[in-house]
């Protein structure tokens, strides 16, 4: 069993900047994967972006350039730095662990991000 713990996201302004970390625990494996999904209201869970233990990372094309996944593996942890946020970036943002990038076993509680004025 993995625990997956989130932090951050919260009250973000047009423009702005907001960081969401994930911490995991219990049976982790060296070689993983770890992500980020998110879901607005009325809407599908959809990859926000992934990292595996090895560094390959993965975007969405809704968020490159904006947002930046990274990880500390001697943590387990993962984050994810959003900047130049948008309304449509408000969802609650789910971390996401696994053996691979496109297949997560694990998920966390969700972090509510909103984005408004």
């Known amino acids: 069993q993995v625990q997956l713990v989130e932090s951050g996201g919260g009250l973000g302004q047009p423009g702005g900047s907001l960081r969401l970390s994930c911490a995991a625990s219990?049976?982790?494996?060296?070689?993983?994967?770890m992500g980020w999904y998110r879901q607005a209201p009325g809407q599908e869970r959809d990859l926000v972006a992934a990292?595996?233990?090895?560094?390959?990372?993965k975007y969405a094309d809704s968020v490159k350039g904006r947002c930046t996944i990274s990880r500390d593996n001697t943590k387990n942890t993962v984050y994810l730095q959003m900047s130049s946020l948008k309304p449509e970036d408000t969802a609650i943002y789910f971390c996401?662990?696994?053996?691979?990038?496109?297949?997560?076993?694990?998920w966390g509680q969700g972090a509510q991000v909103t984005v408004s004025s």
């Open positions: 996401a662990y696994g053996l691979c990038w496109w297949k997560f076993d694990y």
């Open positions: 219990g049976s982790i494996f060296s070689i993983n994967a």
């Open positions: 990292i595996t233990s090895g560094g390959f990372i």
